[in-house]
């Protein structure tokens, strides 16, 4: 009863007021076949038939009824199309589009300041509360931005802590929960309401070779914290960078903590690096959520001009009931969150966007459960039923997420129909371009120069141990446009983008003689 019950809510809101009827032709009989350069491909990377499934169709518009008239869906390919599959980082297609049409692309996530003090002769005089709504893109300029803001209230100093308000959440999102048990990669970063720099320390490490040292830079900045340079430069090929490099951040010693003497930390690099490295980028996550907004904000106060009269700490909290924010900032739009989500598959702001879904339809705190909701309720006003479906996280970073290739390419094709399916076309990576498409398909791209009809590939990609996934749309040489899904889930799934590539390069080509695959 509670979820007929958030359809109807769902159904009377503005977003599903202009509901599209499906495509004409939705659904039909498709060739039930492999292409044969995309076959070829499989057997050379012994991955086996039964291990890929893939759904093709053609789109085009019915030109007697003029502009708006429906689409016409020509299926070309259905190969398994119909079984679930783990799709790796392509699930967030169906993240990404539903808050496009949901939310709507300008859709901007707000992050308050509070203050249980008052400001007298530029001190403020009381502590600070931060409260997130999910921003997935409070970086290091959004921050700035922010404490502008507060600065202009005439605040010179502080006199007070930091409380991190994370209600808009439900508790058991902020618990660590990875795929791999690798917590300190950047992929694994948990959600958070108030996601500053994706927790995440970006360091910088170059090679000096007329001087033989190395340097390391690092961001966002944060307060308290002193680099340890002790690497020492080595013969060797910058690909491997890595293998001879040892970090480690660590309180300093000794360590005594204080409200009046706080943590001092430092990150220590050891090891050897290669001369021949220009640039190696480190990414790390080493501090807690508080710790680090509590670093990242003091550095954001100090650089903008401003004082403590003692360093803060920073703990969780609620902002007291009654209160009225000194500052609201509005950060990141959703189109632009959408572009990084799918261009570079970021899975911590497509996680955040999964969350927003629930957070702005039913209210805080937010959870797995009710962005399922809003997601159900959505493509069954889409007049879509994928019973196979399986959601986590909404952002592909699971070993249970599944969903079927012709269901993905349903998704595909109703994108085109809705206001902002534009939008949405763009913001997946365009092969030889940009994203994670960008270093595919260079020498086709190439042999496509002389046309007067380039291709043009846009595709998300997913990848996972075990899982290659490809989802999106292909122009081809004759400006036909294709839909395409196809999801490889197998031990060998890590050889699978020939195969992907085989059936991209297939359908620009204009898929020629598809009989003559098995």
Same mark, same amino acid.
């Given at each position: 009863m509670f979820l007929l019950a958030v359809i109807i809510l769902l159904c009377n809101n503005s977003w599903a007021a202009k509901k599209t009827p499906p495509p004409s032709n939705f659904k039909q009989e498709s060739i039930q076949l492999i292409p044969k350069a995309v076959l070829l491909a499989l057997e050379k990377n012994q991955l086996p038939s039964s291990a890929i499934s893939i759904a093709v169709s053609e789109i085009s518009a019915n030109q007697k009824q003029g502009t708006k008239a429906p689409l016409v869906i020509h299926p070309l390919v259905n190969w398994r199309g119909d079984i679930g599959m783990n799709p790796a980082s392509t699930m967030k297609i169906l993240t990404t589009l539903t808050a496009l049409d949901v939310l709507g692309p300008n859709y901007r996530w707000q992050t308050l300041v509070?203050?249980?003090?008052?400001?007298?002769?530029?001190?403020?005089?009381?502590?600070?509360?931060?409260?997130? @709504?999910?921003?997935?893109? +409070?970086?290091?300029?959004?921050?700035?931005?922010?404490?502008?803001n507060l600065r202009a209230l005439g605040i010179q100093k502080i006199d007070g802590n930091l409380i991190f308000d994370r209600s808009a959440y439900d508790q058991d999102l902020l618990a660590s929960?990875?795929?791999?048990?690798?917590?300190?990669?950047?992929?694994?970063?948990?959600?958070?309401?108030?996601?500053?720099?994706?927790?995440?320390?970006?360091?910088? +490490?170059?090679?000096?070779?007329?001087?033989?040292?190395?340097?390391?830079?690092?961001?966002?900045?944060?307060?308290?914290?002193?680099?340890?340079?002790?690497?020492?430069?080595?013969?060797?090929?910058?690909?491997?960078?890595?293998?001879?490099?040892?970090?480690?951040?660590?309180?300093?010693?000794?360590?005594a903590k204080s409200a009046t003497n706080p943590a001092e930390w430092q990150a220590t690099f050891s090891g050897s690096f290669p001369k021949d490295c220009q640039k190696a980028l480190y990414n790390v996550v080493a501090f807690d959520p508080n710790t680090?907004?509590?670093?990242?904000? @003091?550095?954001?106060?100090?650089l903008a001009g401003g004082d403590w009269l003692k360093p803060p700490q920073g703990k969780s909290g609620l902002v007291p009931s009654g209160f009225k924010p000194l500052v609201q900032y509005e950060g990141s739009s959703l189109v632009d969150a959408m572009f990084d989500i799918n261009k570079y598959s970021n899975n911590v702001m497509a996680r955040q966007v999964f969350l927003t879904l629930a957070l702005d339809q039913l209210g805080k705190p937010a959870n797995v459960m009710n962005s399922e909701k809003v997601i159900q309720g959505w493509l069954q006003h889409q007049g879509m039923q994928f019973p196979e479906l399986v959601l986590e996280n909404g952002s592909g970073?699971?070993?249970?997420?599944?969903?079927?290739?012709?269901?993905?390419?349903?998704?595909?094709?109703?994108?085109?129909?809705?206001?902002?399916?534009? +939008?949405?076309?763009?913001?997946?990576?365009?092969?030889?371009?940009?994203? @994670?498409?960008?270093?595919?398909?260079?020498?086709?791209?190439?042999?496509?120069?002389? +046309?007067?009809?380039?291709?043009?590939?846009?595709?998300?990609?997913?990848?996972?141990?075990?899982?290659?996934?490809?989802?999106?749309?292909v122009l081809s040489k004759s400006g036909k446009l294709y839909a395409v899904s196809s999801f490889i889930n197998h031990r060998n799934a890590y050889l699978g983008q020939e195969a992907h590539d085989q059936l991209l390069a297939w359908l620009a080509e204009d898929g020629p003689d598809p009989k003559a695959a098995r």
């Open positions: 509070y203050t249980d003090g008052f400001i007298r002769n530029g001190i403020l005089k009381g502590d600070l509360y931060l409260q997130g @709504t999910g921003d997935p893109k +409070l970086t290091p300029e959004s921050l700035a931005k922010l404490i502008k929960n990875l795929i791999d048990g690798e917590a300190l990669r950047s992929y694994n970063v948990q959600p958070d309401p108030l996601l500053y720099a994706f927790r995440t320390l970006s360091f910088e +490490l170059s090679a000096n070779k007329s001087e033989e040292t190395s340097e390391i830079s690092y961001s966002p900045e944060l307060a308290r914290l002193k680099i340890v340079n002790q690497i020492n430069l080595q013969a060797g090929p910058c690909e491997d960078w890595r293998k001879d490099l040892n970090f480690e951040i660590s309180p300093e010693s000794p360590p680090f907004l509590t670093l990242g904000f @003091t550095a954001a106060w100090q970073l699971s070993r249970i997420e599944s969903i079927s290739a012709m269901h993905m390419n349903d998704l595909l094709i109703a994108a085109r129909t809705l206001p902002n399916g534009e +939008l949405f076309y763009k913001s997946l990576p365009m092969a030889g371009n940009d994203g @994670t498409m960008r270093n595919r398909l260079l020498n086709k791209i190439r042999g496509w120069l002389h +046309l007067k009809i380039r291709p043009e590939i846009r595709v998300k990609t997913g990848s996972l141990v075990d899982v290659k996934a490809i989802a999106g749309y």
